[in-house]
């Protein structure tokens, strides 16, 4: 079992970053893909980025490519969100989640975290 604790998350101006951080209990994090999803007030949660194992294949949303860059270590057993160029529609509550399978859809994540604010002011 893997729980799983974000930060990193806050208030931002438009144009600017944040660096959010999932931090993974025990000694089998590097064997799970590792997902980013987003849920805005009265919308669906949304996929934003994901990462394998490996580091090897990394997936993001059109809507944050180029502007946002997922990576890990899996040394420390952490995964990271570096969120640049933030837009107002970017707020919502970042959520790390892990899996066995590098997929984009929330249902096939295992273990999930209890999310970190994001708010970015126009």
């Known amino acids: 079992q893997v729980q799983l604790v974000e930060s990193g998350g806050g208030l931002v101006q438009a144009g600017g970053s944040l660096r959010l951080s999932c931090a993974a209990s025990?000694?089998?994090?590097?064997?799970?893909?590792m997902g980013w999803f987003r849920q805005a007030p009265g919308k669906e949660r949304e996929f934003v980025a994901a990462i394998s194992r490996s580091s090897g294949s990394i997936y993001y949303a059109d809507s944050v490519k180029g502007r946002f860059t997922i990576s890990r270590d899996n040394d420390k057993n952490t995964v990271y969100l570096q969120m640049n160029s933030l837009k107002p529609e970017d707020t919502a509550v970042y959520s790390c989640a892990a899996g066995a399978l590098l997929v984009t859809v929330y249902t096939r994540y295992d273990y999930w975290g209890r999310g970190t604010q994001v708010t970015v002011s126009s």
């Open positions: 025990g000694r089998t994090f590097r064997s799970y893909a």
